[in-house]
């Protein structure tokens, strides 16, 4: 077990943002991503208590959908958080990015530590989310949770007629690679800096770090912890909350 869930440094507060605002359009049409139903719960209530899970996280900070922070809220009233966690509702904006920033901005001053979570990513294992403090807490400013990749990766460029099939312009070395999750954990002051400095469009908060110049280090992922992206994935997540329970005896 480690230091992370057993204790609680003295003065060290970790803080969870959660961006779960997006449509979700590649799942297809329905409600938002985040209030899609896992087994009859919100994707959201998920990963919100995937991060209360450790009790090293004291307070969650969800980024709600477009009009939707009234029904996060109470979604969120309906399924109790663990007495040690706190949580605040904030809306969300139009990219992702823009969705943490806001969710920043509503940070109470006396956290030290943040992790920012997406809620796509509903069953990251409370020891996945343990090892990302534990890596900030020994000093790294930034830390990612990753897996070793399956599938060769290629680099493509555009077809010259559109339609046409896209060439293959390199190799890239997989044992090199990995396909980076979340939480990723970070030194508050750090990631706030890199949202005020770094304006290209990113896909993770890691890579507005590394963009500062700051070295950004990896701890192992965990295959549960697969972002919900299209159909498919629903069943995945499903099928992982059924051998859940069956394991836990329910
Ligand atoms: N997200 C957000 N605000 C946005 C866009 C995305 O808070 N404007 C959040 C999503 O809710 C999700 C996380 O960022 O929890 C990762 O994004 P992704 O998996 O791409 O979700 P969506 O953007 O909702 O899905 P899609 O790209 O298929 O529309
Ligand atoms: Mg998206």
Request: without cysteine; charged residues 15%; proline residues 9%.
């Given at each position: 077990m480690s230091d992370v869930s057993r204790s609680s440094p003295a003065g060290i507060r970790t803080a969870a943002v959660i961006p779960?605002?997006?449509?979700?359009v590649r799942l297809g049409p329905g409600a938002p991503k985040a209030l899609r139903a896992l087994n009859g719960t919100p994707m959201l209530i998920h990963a919100v208590h995937a991060m209360a899970?450790?009790?090293?996280?004291?307070l969650v900070v969800v980024v709600a959908p477009p009009g939707g922070a009234a029904e996060v809220k109470s979604l969120l009233d309906a399924h109790a958080l663990p007495e040690r966690t706190d949580f605040l509702v904030v809306p969300g904006g139009d990219s992702r990015q823009e969705s943490v920033k806001l969710g920043l901005d509503a940070l109470p001053p006396d956290y030290d530590i943040v992790l920012v979570h997406d809620?796509?990513?509903?069953?990251?294992p409370v020891d996945t989310v343990d090892a990302v403090i534990e890596a900030v807490r020994g000093g790294a400013v930034a830390v990612v949770p990753a897996l070793p990749l399956a599938d060769t990766v290629k680099q493509v460029e555009p077809?010259?007629?559109?339609?046409e099939p896209e060439p293959v312009v390199a190799t890239l070395e997989r044992a090199l690679l990995r396909a980076v999750q979340t939480p990723q954990g970070f030194d508050r002051a750090t990631l706030i800096r890199a949202h005020e400095t770094v304006t290209d469009n990113v896909t993770d908060d890691a890579s507005m770090v590394e963009q500062l110049g700051l070295t950004v280090v990896v701890v192992p992922g965990h295959e549960e912890a697969f972002k919900v992206t299209r159909p498919l994935d629903l069943v995945l997540a499903e099928a992982v909350l059924a051998r859940r329970r069956l394991n836990d005896g329910f």
């Open positions: 779960a605002a997006g449509r979700g899970a450790s009790r090293a996280v004291s809620a796509a990513r509903p069953l990251v077809a010259a007629t559109p339609g």
